[in-house]
């Protein structure tokens, strides 16, 4: 079940702290420059009077914006670069991640953020109205059996049975809903993927890449989700433990073990969902490489005309 996260921390066993803490130190820088705007756009409403402090509170506001699609999203996306070589065993520095401000990769970044974004909002558009049409169509037995013409004095057993299942299609249709954003997502990380291991590749041959990577290569992009997702929700379940054993300790004893089990559990899913974000990129990045290289010994064995 869980092959790739396995295969990432099998390839990159002498990389791993060194690729967790400089993805979180760049986070990290990310996150306070998010944080020094924000307050940047406070500043204005205390100097000035709040009419006039509304305009450059918006330009900061703007710069913020075009900050994260022109600085933010290249960092993120060169993230990536510390993955790719701790799967292949081989040894980075930490300043990799701003390769892609250097020249011939920057645009290329910039390429396919906006052509991914551009493609996203018409796939979210496109389910969107797929997922309205299904909960119409869900909810319809709703009306027939709340029409005032057809409803009696007293709830009949059917009516309750029409009522549990409509309610069960549509927890249904949401949870189905999820999974083609998850399978879009899984798709756009490999596009980047591709990008990384092929740089001089045109922008238009890596989205081929990560479409043969996901569906032609023969890796199993369901047992990809589902690992992930056992990953995921194993934290929340111990969490659950936590806070059942807090209210417990907390009642028959003392508040302090209430508090005390409380924050251990906070403390315990902060150290957890780091982790388990970790090796779910770490998934996905040997997802990539054991899929290019099945397509590469396929390629190898078609007979050469």
């Known amino acids: 079940m869980f092959q790739y996260q396995g295969a990432y921390k099998d390839n990159g066993r002498d990389l791993h702290m060194k690729t967790f803490w400089s993805s979180v130190l760049v986070f990290i820088l990310i996150y306070a420059a998010c944080i020094l705007l924000g307050l940047l756009m406070i500043v204005p409403f205390f100097v000035l009077d709040t009419g006039l402090a ?16 022109f600085v933010f999203y290249p960092l993120a996306v060169g993230i990536m670069r510390y993955f790719a070589a701790a799967y292949r065993g081989r040894n980075f520095r930490f300043k990799d991640v701003f390769k892609v401000f250097s020249k011939g990769n920057y645009s290329k970044v910039i390429k396919m953020g906006l052509l991914t974004l551009i493609g ?22 709703l009306l027939a059996v709340f029409d005032p013409s057809n409803m009696e004095s007293t709830s009949t ?15 249904l249709v ?27 590749t045109p922008t238009t041959e890596k989205f081929q890449m990560a479409w043969d990577v996901m569906f032609r290569s023969g890796e199993s992009v369901m047992k990809l989700i589902f690992s992930n997702l056992i990953l995921w929700v194993v934290p929340i379940i111990v969490y659950a433990l936590f806070i059942i054993a807090a209210v417990l300790l907390g009642g028959f004893f003392a508040e302090t073990a209430f508090i005390v089990l409380l924050s251990a559990g906070v403390l315990f ?7 388990v974000m970790y090796f779910m990129v770490g998934s996905i ?3 990539y490489f054991k899929g290019r290289d099945r397509l590469d010994q396929q390629h190898q064995a078609q007979p050469q005309v």
């Open 269 to 275: 899913m902060l150290i957890a969902y780091l982790i």
């Open 54 to 69: 509304v305009l450059p509170a918006i330009a900061l506001f703007l710069l913020l914006i075009l900050t994260a699609i």
């Open 285 to 287: 990045t040997a997802y």
């Open 157 to 171: 057993g059917g009516q309750t049975g029409s009522v549990v299942a409509v309610i069960v299609l549509n927890l």
């Open 120 to 141: 996203y909002f018409i796939f979210s558009f496109a389910v969107g109205m797929i997922v309205q049409v299904l909960t119409m169509a869900v909810n319809a037995p």
């Open 174 to 200: 949401v949870l189905l809903s999820y999974i083609p954003y998850v399978l879009v997502t899984i798709y756009m990380f490999l596009v980047y993927m591709a990008y990384i291991d092929e740089p001089l």
